[in-house]
């Protein structure tokens, strides 16, 4: 008993560290909050990154040296552009880039940072695309297969930082109404990305053994890395995800809960999720094994989510989603939402239209996220970035098999 109640309360305290590491992080990169006044007031809200990817000038980017070649694809937006980082080079520049937030922790990488609000140049908050490429870095070493070919650049926020209206959020809120046309491509790419099973990370298998148990009128809840910055700012924390579970068990008395971990958790034990020490039991089925998402969610008519992906996937399959944090995809008509902190928050109070599964797919995919093409090496259109993941997720089963 009392060795139980040690290990509790070291894994608390092991969480409370983890959280206060990643709101350490995300103080650190406050530089970026003169952009929001500077420039928020475009009447076009990607005014400013279709400028930055159209340049012909130098672009500092603000990325650790030794992981650069993760971002070899990144270049291929700017064709007529010189991407030069900013750690490795004091030489002046035209605009800047920060590569995600979790790099502003890194003494270089705040050394930079610094430099950079202080000089009052545009500034550019860069991060993957919702296709990251066919696997994790924690799953293979081999560019080919983890180097990003969708991207999202803002100059306002991290579309998953809802305590910013980002410009994702902003064409969202905005009067704009999509054509015929528009609907009829967003149409046509959610059925493909549905059919072919395409998601961020595409190297998991179709099946695993878990889902052969899969009860009909079970519910999913989704698990999340820890420390994850979508967390951080989507209004949630560790509790988030005690309460989540908590409601899945008691709004659905009659089902089995089935909760899925994340796939770097199952990649790297170095990285853990907030269900990783749940157990097992009558009323619990744990999902441990890497299984691809969109044919995991067809299991399912409800999905418990607090900031993942997954639930817009949800969504695009038609299912029912509940979202316990404050993602993208949250606050516009399409989800039943929970965040215990809205009431305290403006996210809510922003987030104003009603929006289709349409609309957001096709202001989050095609309108704010930008792609490239990493065998022409140029930009290119999503139809082509879904071809490319295609044919390299077959290479890399085959090349796997052997």
Same mark, same amino acid.
């Given at each position: 008993m009392v060795k139980r109640k040690i290990n509790t309360l070291v894994r608390a305290l092991t969480e409370y560290v983890d959280e206060?590491?990643?709101?350490?992080?995300?103080?650190?990169?406050?530089?970026?909050?003169?952009?929001?006044?500077? +420039?928020?007031?475009?009447?076009?809200?990607? *005014?400013?990154?279709?400028?930055?990817?159209?340049?012909?000038?130098?672009? !500092?980017l603000v990325f650790p040296a030794k992981d650069q070649a993760a971002v070899q694809n990144l270049a291929y937006l700017f064709p007529g552009a010189t991407i030069q980082n900013v750690l490795d080079s004091s030489d002046d520049v035209d605009s800047h880039m920060v590569w995600g937030h979790k790099f502003s922790g890194t003494?270089?990488?705040?050394?930079?940072?610094?430099?950079?609000?202080?000089?009052?140049?545009?500034?550019?908050l860069v991060e993957d695309g919702f296709f990251k490429n066919v696997c994790t870095a924690a799953v293979a070493t081999d560019m080919d297969y983890r180097a990003g070919v969708s991207f999202t650049i803002d100059d306002s926020a991290f579309y998953f930082d809802a305590t910013k209206?980002?410009?994702? =959020?902003?064409?969202?809120?905005?009067?704009? =109404?999509?054509?015929? +046309? =528009?609907?009829?491509?967003?149409?046509?790419?959610?059925?493909?990305?549905? =059919?072919?099973?395409?998601?961020?990370?595409?190297?998991?298998?179709?099946?695993?053994?878990?889902? *052969?148990e899969i009860e009909r009128g079970a519910v999913l809840v989704v698990d999340q890395t820890k420390g994850d910055f979508s967390i951080v700012r989507g209004h949630a924390n560790s509790n988030t995800f005690a309460v989540m579970l908590e409601a899945a068990l008691k709004e659905n008395p009659n089902s089995k809960i089935v909760v899925k971990t994340h796939?770097?958790?199952?990649?790297?034990?170095?990285?853990? !999720?907030?269900?990783?020490?749940?157990?097992?039991?009558?009323?619990?089925?744990?999902?441990?094994? &890497?299984?691809?998402?969109?044919?995991?969610?067809?299991?399912?008519?409800?999905?418990?989510?607090?900031?993942?992906?997954?639930?817009? &996937?949800?969504?695009?399959? !038609?299912? &029912?989603?509940?979202?316990?944090?404050?993602?993208?995809?949250?606050?516009? !008509?399409?989800?039943?939402?929970?965040?215990?902190?809205?009431?305290?928050?403006?996210?809510?109070?922003?987030?104003?239209?009603?929006?289709?599964?349409?609309?957001?797919?096709?202001?989050?995919?095609?309108?704010?996220?930008?792609?490239?093409?990493?065998?022409?090496?140029?930009?290119?259109?999503? *139809?082509?970035?879904?071809d490319f993941l295609v044919k390299k997720r077959a290479e890399y089963r085959q090349v796997s098999a052997q």
């Open positions: 206060l590491l990643s709101i350490s992080s995300i103080r650190s990169i406050q530089y970026f909050n003169f952009v929001d006044g500077q +420039q928020s007031a475009v009447q076009d809200p990607m *005014e400013n990154v279709s400028k930055l990817i159209s340049t012909q000038g130098v672009i !500092g003494a270089s990488a705040s050394r930079a940072i610094r430099s950079v609000a202080q000089t009052r140049q545009p500034l550019f209206p980002s410009r994702l =959020e902003q064409m969202l809120n905005s009067e704009k =109404e999509l054509s015929d +046309q =528009e609907i009829d491509r967003a149409r046509a790419l959610v059925q493909r990305i549905v =059919e072919q099973q395409l998601s961020k990370y595409n190297h998991q298998p179709d099946s695993c053994s878990g889902i *052969e796939p770097d958790t199952l990649a790297s034990s170095k990285i853990g !999720g907030y269900y990783s020490n749940l157990k097992r039991d009558e009323r619990v089925q744990i999902i441990n094994q &890497e299984v691809n998402p969109i044919s995991l969610l067809r299991k399912f008519d409800k999905v418990y989510v607090c900031t993942s992906q997954m639930g817009f &996937e949800a969504l695009m399959l !038609g299912i &029912e989603v509940v979202t316990f944090g404050m993602p993208f995809y949250a606050g516009w !008509g399409c989800t039943d939402d929970r965040c215990a902190t809205l009431r305290s928050s403006q996210t809510n109070a922003r987030r104003k239209r009603s929006r289709s599964i349409l609309e957001l797919f096709h202001f989050a995919y095609i309108d704010y996220s930008h792609y490239v093409d990493p065998v022409k090496q140029c930009p290119c259109d999503i *139809e082509d970035v879904l």
